[in-house]
């Protein structure tokens, strides 16, 4: 009888981060004298990667299911301002160039060098081996300010790109499938008692 090969850790991270965390296994160009974070997620998505895609490519789209992100500028077919949410109410800002854009696929990144939070990252649109959805990877590398320090304090006010990543990708998700993010806030113009 064969014997079942099973996982012996469940994790939703792609399985070239999983394996062998370093961002030249993820795909992603590195400084070789600092690594930095690695981070990487996957989640399936019922929808085609053509309609992904096109949501993720307009990066103005991003601040509505990314949390930490309050705006993104288009500043040409290939570069693009971020504006991003940082602990204790304050924010950064960097450029970002696009290293690879290939329609439906994947579109790959990375900030320029005078960023304050160096980074790079992909993600990646697959359609599932059934075809019924897609598994959508995303993977970043950044330098968190402050070192470990930065991390620690990052991690205190919910702004740790690890928790960020997979709460992003759930609402992202939930957007594509449904049109919407369910959420426990109470609408704007919903009455409340007083």
Known sequence: MAKRNTPTSVDDAPPSTAKDPSPAAAGLPIDPD??????????????????LYAFWR???NLPLFMDNIASVQILDSMRSHWKVKAPADTTVEWDS????????EVIAWRSDQSASITNSGRIEFKPTSNRRGTQVTVTIVYDPPAGTL?????????????????????????????????????????????
């Open 58 to 60: 307009d990066f103005r």
């Open 97 to 104: 160039l696009i290293t690879e854009d290939i329609p439906g």
């Open 34 to 51: 600092d690594a930095g974070e690695l981070i990487g997620r996957t989640v399936t998505i019922n929808r085609s990667p053509q309609d």
């Open 150 to 194: 930065g991390k620690v304090i990052a991690k205190l006010f919910q702004r740790e790109p690890h928790v960020q990543a997979r709460q992003d990708l759930r609402r992202f998700k939930q957007l594509m499938e449904t049109g919407e993010i369910p959420t426990s806030q109470p609408p704007a113009a919903a009455p409340r008692g007083e």
